[in-house]
């Protein structure tokens, strides 16, 4: 017995896509911040010869690190990936695991509601657009006063805020869909391969 077993494997199946997708961005962010790291290096010690560090070089990957880790925060959570400790738990019966496995997907998903509003909240204090009723609607408070921007870049932070919020969101809405998952392992009495 299962809780709408077919969509709950075809909705998988379309979140897998979209989690794939997030992690390659992720993943295209980093190799970014690497190259931009590794250039800034070799400027800095050709500092004689004329060339000189990536302006801004740490904004970028402060802010780049940021997206990145919420990029792969979703697919990481479709596959169980986050660090457990099986020592214990292995040598319970299947339905006990499953059924762990679900108290475990449970709180992750109410961590990823709070990341989530918290996260919204942070970004609608650097968000300087849009006018009271829309910002109302969307629950983001009044708009910043002074826009907030990197110090060296002036890159307005509210960009980093939104891109990290997009994976946030993704991170929520794949807990919630591991929790109907694990669920519908718990009542089958057994976790299946993902």
């Keep these: 017995m299962t809780l709408a077993g077919s969509a709950e494997r075809a909705v998988g199946r379309r979140l897998a896509v979209l989690c794939h997708g997030l992690a390659y961005f992720g993943g295209l962010v980093l190799v970014a911040l690497a190259v931009i790291t590794v250039i800034s290096i070799i400027g800095r010690a050709l500092v004689p010869f004329g060339l000189s560090p990536v302006r801004g070089d740490f904004e970028l990957v402060e802010a780049g690190c940021a997206v990145a880790v919420f990029s792969f925060l979703p697919w990481c959570q479709l596959n169980r990936g986050h660090v457990t400790v099986d020592v214990f738990i292995q040598r319970l019966p299947d339905r006990v695991q499953a059924a762990l496995g679900l108290v475990g997907d449970t709180l992750i998903a109410i961590i ?31 708009k910043p006063f002074f826009p907030e921007t990197t110090y060296e870049l002036e890159m307005p932070v509210w960009i980093p805020y939104g891109l990290a919020v997009v994976g946030a969101a993704m991170f929520f809405v794949v807990s919630v869909y591991t929790v109907w998952r694990a669920l519908n392992w718990t009542l089958e009495g057994r976790e299946h391969a993902i």
């Excluded at 989530?116 to 009044?142: H, I, Q, T």
Aim: no cysteine; aromatic share 20%; charged share 25%.
């Design 112 to 142: 990823s509601g709070v990341i989530l509003w918290r996260l919204w909240a942070g970004f609608g204090e650097k968000f300087p657009y849009g006018d009271k009723a829309f910002r109302d609607a969307l629950g983001m408070g009044p």
